[in-house]
């Protein structure tokens, strides 16, 4: 059973960087405009930049 | 004449620098606006950095460079076809956008700390099964405890502040005995796990919070969104002023920059925004969003006009003789006031259940407690058995059963154009059997439409359509709005007062006044609710009567509702000649015209003593206190602020549909409560006696507390759709329906 000390804090670690992750892209706006965000990948404004 | 814009009142300044503004937009279809209105902007001067939130309709620009001038964003979007005004991130919004955010934090801490203790709940019970040894179950326990009691006192803020402000207020809501479960989960768990006990009970609290954040998350979601639409037309409309300086300039500011004496200019098709009197210039007025009145009024030098009245056809000068308290505007706030008091204070259905439900919960927990004692139990065992049938009584199917419907039914209303404005909305209009219409506006459509149109040749309409779009007057904007024209003319120069010309392939266009295209006008029966408007191509002309017109479906939904057993009446400030009119078309027996505000309160008040539960539809500033006064009532988008901000519910578009789909869609919604609330109570008579007599294990309360959530969000779903004939008939009407407001209500939907 020892290897629940690292197991358990492993599990804990990665749970936290997911919340974090949350937390982070919800402190930056991502969740304010969710029609807007699926519309805006099928512009084509990077392609006339490339070529 | 040189207008400079002040929108410095707008501005916002950022820490580092930067100015930013915000802006309402109008006219946005589809995914693709979204480039061409920032490209648009980014190519202007300055390089502002523009950002358009398609969820709220709403634009941001920031920029560093003291070259560019905000003003010019509206004039840049105008030839792309979009509408756009200053919006003034309004305090109540700003407190919705902080409430959401935390609302968010609190599901995310709630499922991390859910998802991580269930890993841990699940070992333990596999491991009671099998062999687990007495110190890694503590040690499994602890460590739940570890996660759960902080991450549940944070995530449960918004249930123990209500909870508590209902409790101090000394009344009982839903959040009393969700707070009142969770927290006695918890000290219970705490004190299973230091007795050294099999069970704990830390993930089915987490559990509970998740389930019930995750539902007001998603309601207020959708409430921001409806807050945040309904918000930008009121900024599209909220007028500016254009006041005369003393050095003979003109700048255009705020309404509520302007003082006593301030003079404005107010050119033909600019709404009156102030109370006051004209000072120099002539024009017919249209006073009907103000008393109801279709027919024009014709004001010249020393007459009184009141803020609201559109201005048709000359440009004049006014002075400000009310600014403020003094209004007419105020004057009907004051009104408002009386009539909303007098609507007692509506209780929430979930609140009127909780009323009972708290105080039988806590009794039935009492009752086992002393029942196990009395029967030679332990005083522990008694108190964990009462505390067991707490937590299963944990009314979470009860406490979704109300929100998930809400959620669906307000979403599904939203995409058919029609915005709920407050929270017992869907409650009230469910329970009318009476539906009391206003006629100019409401019944009628907010523009003219044409009457000749038979008469008038299909390419000199058109000509006549791309024409209107130019102009700034309202019985133009009819023109455009009903032959559905979209794109402008180029080089349209408008001649104030008379009307709009352009020069096409070598031919002079024009649309205006008979005289300004050179023919003679045909009156044809009440000139007085009729004008006439004449286009001319090259040496072709001919004339076009503008005047009221129905609501493309008012007929089939007046029909709709006497069939559905719903009385209908017409209350209009209008005159009785008029009112008859449409009253006869329309087949609606009950109709009275010219009357004031204040009768139009007592007639509601009249029908509520019969006990009549009256809807009344309106839009003018006179239907205001009505619509406080009814037991629900509806505005449409074009309607007077006043009117839309007292409204329970805004609908959008031409058509009178929403009003058919708000009552079938609430009644809807309110027989799903209904349904939820049952198998709700289903789940808990078959629950309460298992865990009464102390034979239902966490695993199997958890179990059940999910599937009961379960089967009611999904019961709710079925409020998504509103069937009825209802819909067949506007797919029929859609045909005849202007385009304007097909892309309005379909932007908005997606």
Redesign the interface.
Same mark, same amino acid.
């Given at each position: 059973?020892s290897v $629940?000390i690292f197991l358990?804090p492993i599990? %804990?670690a990665l749970?936290?960087i997911?919340?974090a992750g949350?937390?982070w892209s $919800?402190r930056a706006g991502q969740?304010?405009? %969710?029609?807007?965000a699926?519309?805006?990948i099928?512009?084509d404004?990077d392609v006339g930049q490339a070529q | 004449m040189d207008v400079s814009a002040d929108l410095s009142g707008y501005v916002q300044t950022r820490a580092d620098g930067a100015a930013e503004i915000d802006f309402a937009v109008q006219g946005i279809l589809c995914g693709t606006c979204i480039g061409v209105i920032e490209r648009a902007i980014a190519r202007m001067q300055g390089a502002p950095k523009p950002r358009l939130n398609y969820t709220m309709r709403r634009l941001h620009v920031s920029w560093t460079a003291a070259n560019f001038n905000p003003a010019d964003v509206a004039r840049v979007l105008a030839p792309l076809g979009y509408t756009v005004r200053p919006f003034d991130l309004a305090a109540s919004e700003d407190e919705d956008a902080r409430r959401s955010r935390a609302l968010m934090r609190c599901l995310a801490i709630a499922g991390f700390a859910a998802m991580n203790v269930m890993l841990l709940s699940v070992s333990i019970w596999a491991g009671n099964a099998s062999d687990i040894d007495d110190n890694t179950r503590d040690m499994f326990h602890w460590i739940s405890a570890l996660i759960a009691l902080p991450a549940a006192f944070f995530a449960g803020q918004p249930f123990f502040l209500s909870a508590l402000g209902a409790l101090r207020a000394r009344s009982l809501n839903m959040d009393v005995p969700i707070s009142l479960g969770v927290s006695l989960a918890l000290v219970m768990s705490v004190f299973e796990t230091a007795t050294h006990a099999h069970h704990a009970y830390y993930e089915s609290a987490l559990m509970l919070l998740f389930f019930l954040l995750a539902g007001r998350v998603l309601d207020d979601a959708m409430r921001s969104r409806t807050r945040a639409i309904v918000n930008n037309f009121a900024s599209l409309r909220a007028f500016q002023a254009f006041r005369v300086n003393t050095d003979g300039g003109i700048t255009e500011v705020p309404v509520k920059a302007l003082r006593h004496y301030d003079v404005v200019l107010v050119r033909p098709g600019e709404k009156f925004p102030i109370d006051g009197k004209i000072l120099s210039g002539s024009s017919e007025i249209d006073d009907s969003l103000v008393t109801g009145e279709s027919s024009h009024r014709r004001v010249e030098a020393d007459d009184p006009v009141y803020a609201g009245a559109i201005n048709l056809s000359g440009t004049v000068r006014a002075e400000v003789h009310a600014a403020g308290n003094d209004t007419l505007l105020h004057e009907i706030e004051r009104l408002l006031e009386t009539a909303s008091s007098g609507k007692s204070r509506y209780v929430l259905l979930a609140d009127r259940v909780a009323r009972y439900y708290a105080p039988a919960v806590h009794l039935g927990a009492l009752v086992t407690a002393i029942g196990w004692f009395l029967a030679g139990a332990s005083l522990h065992d008694a108190i964990v058995a009462a505390i067991a049938v707490l937590i299963v009584t944990c009314p979470c199917a009860l406490a979704l059963a109300i929100p998930a419907v809400h959620v669906v039914a307000s979403g599904s209303l939203f995409r058919r154009g029609l915005l709920l404005r407050k929270a017992d909305a869907l409650e009230r209009l469910a329970e009318v059997d009476t539906v009391v219409f206003d006629k100019t506006g409401t019944l009628t459509r907010p523009e003219p439409g044409i009457a000749n149109r038979a008469k008038v040749p299909a390419d000199l309409l058109a000509i006549a359509a791309r024409l209107a779009l130019s102009s700034r007057h309202p019985l133009a904007r009819g023109i455009a709005v009903e032959a559905g024209a979209s794109s402008p003319f180029d080089n349209v120069v408008e001649e104030s007062g008379r009307g709009v010309r352009t020069i096409v392939d070598g031919e002079e266009l024009r649309l205006g006044s008979p005289d300004f295209c050179g023919i003679d006008a045909d009156y044809a029966g009440d000139a007085s609710r009729l004008s006439v408007i004449a286009v001319r191509h090259g040496a072709r002309c001919c004339t076009i009567q503008v005047k009221q017109v129905l609501r493309p479906d008012a007929a089939a939904c007046i029909a709709w509702l006497k069939q559905t057993g719903i009385g209908v009446e017409i209350l209009s400030g209008d005159n009785l000649h008029a009112v008859n009119e449409v009253a006869v078309k329309l087949g609606i027996e009950a109709a009275q015209g010219g009357i004031k505000p204040a009768e139009k309160v007592r007639r509601l008040e009249d029908l509520r003593a019969q006990g009549r539960r009256v809807l009344m539809v309106g839009d003018g500033l006179n239907d205001a206190p009505a619509l406080a006064a009814a037991h629900a009532s509806l505005s449409p988008s074009t309607a007077a602020d006043v009117s839309q901000s007292v409204a329970d519910a805004i609908f959008l578009g031409d058509r009178l549909q929403p009003v058919c789909d708000a009552i079938t869609g609430s009644r809807r919604a309110m027989r799903l409560m209904r349904e939820n609330l049952w198998l709700a109570a289903i789940y808990n008579i078959l629950a309460v006696p298992l865990a009464v007599f102390g034979v239902l294990t966490p695993l199997l309360a958890a179990a059940g507390m999910s599937g009961s959530s379960l089967l009611v969000t999904l019961n709710a779903l079925r409020a998504r759709d509103i069937d009825e004939h209802s819909i067949k008939q506007s797919r029929k009407s859609r045909r005849s329906q202007p385009q304007i407001s097909a892309p309005l209500t379909a932007g908005v939907g997606t």
């Amino acid at each position: 059973m020892s290897v $629940l000390i690292f197991l358990l804090p492993i599990a %804990l670690a990665l749970g936290s960087i997911g919340l974090a992750g949350f937390l982070w892209s $919800l402190r930056a706006g991502q969740y304010e405009d %969710l029609d807007g965000a699926a519309l805006r990948i099928l512009t084509d404004d990077d392609v006339g930049q490339a070529q | 004449m040189d207008v400079s814009a002040d929108l410095s009142g707008y501005v916002q300044t950022r820490a580092d620098g930067a100015a930013e503004i915000d802006f309402a937009v109008q006219g946005i279809l589809c995914g693709t606006c979204i480039g061409v209105i920032e490209r648009a902007i980014a190519r202007m001067q300055g390089a502002p950095k523009p950002r358009l939130n398609y969820t709220m309709r709403r634009l941001h620009v920031s920029w560093t460079a003291a070259n560019f001038n905000p003003a010019d964003v509206a004039r840049v979007l105008a030839p792309l076809g979009y509408t756009v005004r200053p919006f003034d991130l309004a305090a109540s919004e700003d407190e919705d956008a902080r409430r959401s955010r935390a609302l968010m934090r609190c599901l995310a801490i709630a499922g991390f700390a859910a998802m991580n203790v269930m890993l841990l709940s699940v070992s333990i019970w596999a491991g009671n099964a099998s062999d687990i040894d007495d110190n890694t179950r503590d040690m499994f326990h602890w460590i739940s405890a570890l996660i759960a009691l902080p991450a549940a006192f944070f995530a449960g803020q918004p249930f123990f502040l209500s909870a508590l402000g209902a409790l101090r207020a000394r009344s009982l809501n839903m959040d009393v005995p969700i707070s009142l479960g969770v927290s006695l989960a918890l000290v219970m768990s705490v004190f299973e796990t230091a007795t050294h006990a099999h069970h704990a009970y830390y993930e089915s609290a987490l559990m509970l919070l998740f389930f019930l954040l995750a539902g007001r998350v998603l309601d207020d979601a959708m409430r921001s969104r409806t807050r945040a639409i309904v918000n930008n037309f009121a900024s599209l409309r909220a007028f500016q002023a254009f006041r005369v300086n003393t050095d003979g300039g003109i700048t255009e500011v705020p309404v509520k920059a302007l003082r006593h004496y301030d003079v404005v200019l107010v050119r033909p098709g600019e709404k009156f925004p102030i109370d006051g009197k004209i000072l120099s210039g002539s024009s017919e007025i249209d006073d009907s969003l103000v008393t109801g009145e279709s027919s024009h009024r014709r004001v010249e030098a020393d007459d009184p006009v009141y803020a609201g009245a559109i201005n048709l056809s000359g440009t004049v000068r006014a002075e400000v003789h009310a600014a403020g308290n003094d209004t007419l505007l105020h004057e009907i706030e004051r009104l408002l006031e009386t009539a909303s008091s007098g609507k007692s204070r509506y209780v929430l259905l979930a609140d009127r259940v909780a009323r009972y439900y708290a105080p039988a919960v806590h009794l039935g927990a009492l009752v086992t407690a002393i029942g196990w004692f009395l029967a030679g139990a332990s005083l522990h065992d008694a108190i964990v058995a009462a505390i067991a049938v707490l937590i299963v009584t944990c009314p979470c199917a009860l406490a979704l059963a109300i929100p998930a419907v809400h959620v669906v039914a307000s979403g599904s209303l939203f995409r058919r154009g029609l915005l709920l404005r407050k929270a017992d909305a869907l409650e009230r209009l469910a329970e009318v059997d009476t539906v009391v219409f206003d006629k100019t506006g409401t019944l009628t459509r907010p523009e003219p439409g044409i009457a000749n149109r038979a008469k008038v040749p299909a390419d000199l309409l058109a000509i006549a359509a791309r024409l209107a779009l130019s102009s700034r007057h309202p019985l133009a904007r009819g023109i455009a709005v009903e032959a559905g024209a979209s794109s402008p003319f180029d080089n349209v120069v408008e001649e104030s007062g008379r009307g709009v010309r352009t020069i096409v392939d070598g031919e002079e266009l024009r649309l205006g006044s008979p005289d300004f295209c050179g023919i003679d006008a045909d009156y044809a029966g009440d000139a007085s609710r009729l004008s006439v408007i004449a286009v001319r191509h090259g040496a072709r002309c001919c004339t076009i009567q503008v005047k009221q017109v129905l609501r493309p479906d008012a007929a089939a939904c007046i029909a709709w509702l006497k069939q559905t057993g719903i009385g209908v009446e017409i209350l209009s400030g209008d005159n009785l000649h008029a009112v008859n009119e449409v009253a006869v078309k329309l087949g609606i027996e009950a109709a009275q015209g010219g009357i004031k505000p204040a009768e139009k309160v007592r007639r509601l008040e009249d029908l509520r003593a019969q006990g009549r539960r009256v809807l009344m539809v309106g839009d003018g500033l006179n239907d205001a206190p009505a619509l406080a006064a009814a037991h629900a009532s509806l505005s449409p988008s074009t309607a007077a602020d006043v009117s839309q901000s007292v409204a329970d519910a805004i609908f959008l578009g031409d058509r009178l549909q929403p009003v058919c789909d708000a009552i079938t869609g609430s009644r809807r919604a309110m027989r799903l409560m209904r349904e939820n609330l049952w198998l709700a109570a289903i789940y808990n008579i078959l629950a309460v006696p298992l865990a009464v007599f102390g034979v239902l294990t966490p695993l199997l309360a958890a179990a059940g507390m999910s599937g009961s959530s379960l089967l009611v969000t999904l019961n709710a779903l079925r409020a998504r759709d509103i069937d009825e004939h209802s819909i067949k008939q506007s797919r029929k009407s859609r045909r005849s329906q202007p385009q304007i407001s097909a892309p309005l209500t379909a932007g908005v939907g997606t």
